[in-house]
């Protein structure tokens, strides 16, 4: 066997190993992509046809869809799901609006103070869902909140946005928005460095203002960043639970109360498993249709344009 013939026969050697190890490196990862993520929803699904209920759990009937149906009559949870939809709505709107400005503040370089607004743009993120909520709910509370004694000084009277129902949607919508603008801002603004900085200075070069080169340049190479930043704000959305938790409690009554409170409400609080694994999965329900259209209109208007 000749040299050459030895050096030919390494590459095939090599090859028949690049099958074993590429199995090997998939195997794993969607082995405990299987154990963590699709065996828990099964079970879940699995939970949903049966009667379970956590004070008797050696009972457990099949009951088909039984939970299902129940839940689709019940008045509370469709209560729920309006209050979910509107929030979830309104609070993808505004980050995506306040996001883009904010992104585009840091686009333009020629800004005093850049990097503390950068850093200021970056702490409400580090700050923990739960902190967050309680935070807001000391400064709003009426005996000795700050932004209720600074309400009073101005306006005069106790003020208490958490006790009627739309000051406190508003205050949940506001707290939610504050926390969460900060990283649709980062995220077009990152989409913004990828630009084609070829047709920006030949806009300039042109005499298009900075307003012009942001519509007909900038925004138009967004949209397909802005859908999928709306498709991840909107699913992060309906899953609001902590500050809901947290600033209201649901209340006042059920007023405030999403879907995700509502599930652990019959899950955790009156240990109704069924019935909390099937208002699960008809939230999974929800949020795939609405990513769906979601995703279809951020692809037609790329194509139409």
Not at 35 to 63: A, N
Not at 163 to 169: F, Q, V
Request: zero cysteines; proline letters at 5%; glycine letters at 8%.
């Amino acid at each position: 066997m000749t040299r050459v013939q030895a050096a030919r026969s390494l590459p095939r050697r090599r090859n028949q190993a690049h099958p074993k190890a590429a199995v090997l490196m998939l195997v794993l990862p969607v082995g405990l992509l299987a154990v963590l993520g699709v065996f828990p929803m099964l079970y879940s699904f699995w939970i949903s046809l049966h009667q379970w209920y956590l004070g008797q759990p050696y009972l457990f009937p099949f009951v088909g869809l039984a939970n299902y149906a129940s839940v689709l009559e019940s008045s509370v949870f469709l209560h729920t799901v309006a209050v979910t939809l509107g929030l979830t709505v309104a609070t993808v709107a505004l980050q995506l609006v306040l996001g883009l400005g904010m992104g585009l503040l840091l686009y333009r370089r020629d800004i005093a103070g850049l990097t503390a607004y950068r850093t200021l743009l970056i702490l409400p993120m580090a700050v923990a869902p739960m902190v967050a909520g309680i935070l807001w709910r000391f400064m709003l509370n009426p005996d000795y909140g700050v932004l209720a004694y600074l309400a009073d000084r101005v306006f005069g009277g106790t003020w208490n946005p958490l006790g009627s129902t739309w000051p406190a949607l508003g205050t949940i919508l506001a707290t939610y928005t504050w926390e969460w603008t900060p990283f649709v801002a980062l995220f077009l603004y990152a989409a913004m460095l990828s630009a084609p900085k070829e047709a920006l200075e030949a806009a300039q070069i042109d005499g298009a203002s900075d307003s012009q080169a942001v519509r007909y340049i900038l925004l138009p190479y967004l949209r397909q960043v802005v859908t999928v930043v709306g498709v991840l704000e909107m699913v992060t959305a309906l899953r609001m639970f902590t500050l809901v938790y947290t600033l209201t409690s649901g209340g006042p009554g059920l007023s405030t109360a999403t879907v995700s409170y509502r599930i652990w409400q019959n899950g955790l609080n009156f240990f109704f498993m069924g019935r909390a694994a099937a208002e699960s999965w008809i939230v999974i329900a929800i949020a795939s249709v609405l990513a769906t259209v979601l995703i279809r209109v951020g692809r037609f208007e790329v194509r139409a344009s």
